[in-house]
């Protein structure tokens, strides 16, 4: 049944709280809220109805997979789910038939190559999509990996190819893949070493931990610095980075990640008669200094380098910059958090002291303020359209922040399309899909 209800053409003009005159989009309901859940399963609708049981819709709410199951993953590229029924779980083709049992008490999806995790009577094996067992259930944990898997058998630790082939056997404590040529692995004297696709030791088994691995180095971190322990705590490691047991960064830091221009290294420093730790970035080469050791911390969020000033009490952010090779450059003071848009960036801002009192709103690459901090969240739909938030409801505004949909809806939801025309909608605890009538 088709639920499209057309709704008149709204054409209010909005001339306060500051927003520019626009008139609404015309929009409808493509289905009407009446899901406990709703939310976008590829081309489909994963939706929960009142008895607390999972189905799959369309966007004609024609009913794909019945409303029968606890819980519902869709297979990516197949026309399957993996679906749970009375604790077990099992495959379903998109005719509702079942391609593999309910047996197992889990299956997981591997994203790289659509192969199935499976477990039962608590050891793990591979199966295909039809069904065909891959790897026997010999294995107590199977991790997928970005080229090939982890396997655990007797509580030792070991990995598998992607043609499902043993190429580090099942003898270390631990393990972290690195790629598809080095893994890191611990033994039984609780040291990390790394092996070759070929199990043959590329670095020596001499280090504390084993980090992050990249064309330039990897991180590692080599012994701990009881002289800097607090009383009841456990000291700081000693990090740097080594190329085949080639110390390329010398075991001075306290932490290390690697930045894509340098590696951002923090150490303990003096100031004030106070050993405190800072941070700054230097050259992979160790020799060039191209952010000043001054931040309190060093991070990335959603994908963008930024060094943190920190009260000393850690509890507020004093300022932020958003820093670049040989380059800070200083947000506007209150910022506590940004992301990358179309316009700029969405940009957090604390309106006073208190840390939960913010607004968000749009700033250019100059800082220059695009969408007023008037909104509790912003959401980039396209380059030219916003979801946001305000007063606990959701609407659309434009770039230039005109309202193009009513602040009517409890929640609004986008999908990972292009272009958007569906919107997943919550109003009054129930969930339905709204049709904006264009492609947005």
């Known amino acids: 049944m088709n639920y499209l209800i057309a709704l008149s053409m709204l054409s209010l003009i909005i001339t306060s709280c500051g927003f520019s005159e626009e008139k609404f989009i015309s929009y409808g309901y493509k289905i009407i809220p009446q899901y406990n859940e709703l939310r976008y399963l590829d081309e489909y609708y994963l939706a929960e109805n009142n008895e607390n049981k999972y189905g799959v819709i369309n966007e004609s709410n024609e009913i794909i997979v019945p409303f029968i199951y606890d819980e519902i993953k869709k297979i990516p590229k197949q026309s399957q789910f993996v679906v749970k029924k009375d604790d077990l779980y099992a495959v379903i083709n998109i ?52 080229y090939g898997f982890l396997m ?75 002289s ?4 009841g705590l456990m000291p700081p490691p000693f990090y740097g980075v080594i190329n085949k047991d080639v110390v390329i960064i010398d075991f001075q830091y306290v932490d290390i990640m690697d930045v894509g221009f340098g590696y951002a290294c923090s150490k303990n420093m003096n100031e004030g008669g106070k050993s405190v730790v800072r941070s700054g970035i230097i050259s992979y080469d160790g020799k060039e200094e191209l952010i000043p050791f001054k931040y309190t911390n060093i991070i990335y969020k959603n994908n963008i380098l930024l060094g943190e000033v920190r009260s000393e009490d ?35 801002k604390k309106e006073n002291h208190d840390f939960l009192d913010f607004k968000v709103g749009i700033i250019n690459d100059n800082f220059e303020k695009v969408i007023p901090f008037i ?66």
């Not at 972290?176 to 590329?202: P, T």
């Not at 809806?409 to 919107?423: A, H, V």
Request: glycine share 6%; hydrophobic share 40%.
């Open 95 to 146: 005719q509702d038939e079942i391609i593999i049992p309910f047996l197992y008490s889990n299956i997981l999806i591997c994203e790289n190559t659509n192969y199935l995790i499976c477990k039962k009577d608590n050891l793990h094996g591979i199966l295909e999509g039809s069904g065909k067992v891959l790897l026997d259930f010999n294995y107590d944990k199977i991790e997928s990996l970005e």
């Open 152 to 226: 655990e058998q007797n509580n030792q630790i070991g990995f598998l190819d992607a043609n499902l082939n043993t190429i580090i056997p099942p003898l270390y404590e631990e393990g972290k893949y690195l790629d598809s040529k080095m893994y890191a692995v611990r033994n039984e004297e609780g040291l990390w070493g790394i092996l070759d696709e070929n199990n043959q030791i590329v670095i020596s088994f001499s280090y504390f931990a084993i980090g992050d691995y990249t064309e330039k180095g990897i991180i590692a971190i080599k012994g701990v610095d009881f």
């Open 228 to 231: 800097k322990a607090s009383p």
């Open 314 to 348: 850690f509890t507020n952010i004093e300022s932020i910059a958003l820093l670049e090779k040989n380059k800070a450059k200083e947000l506007p003071k209150g910022v506590i958090d940004l992301e990358d848009c179309s316009l700029g960036f969405i940009v957090t």
């Open 375 to 440: 909104y509790d969240d912003i959401i980039e739909l396209s380059e030219d359209y916003y979801i946001v938030s305000k007063n606990g409801k959701y609407g659309i505004v434009s770039s230039n922040n005109n309202i193009v949909l009513p602040f009517d809806f409890d929640k609004l939801l986008y999908s990972n399309k292009e272009e958007q025309q569906f919107l997943i909608v919550e109003q009054n605890q129930r969930w339905g899909i709204l049709d904006l009538g264009v492609k947005v």
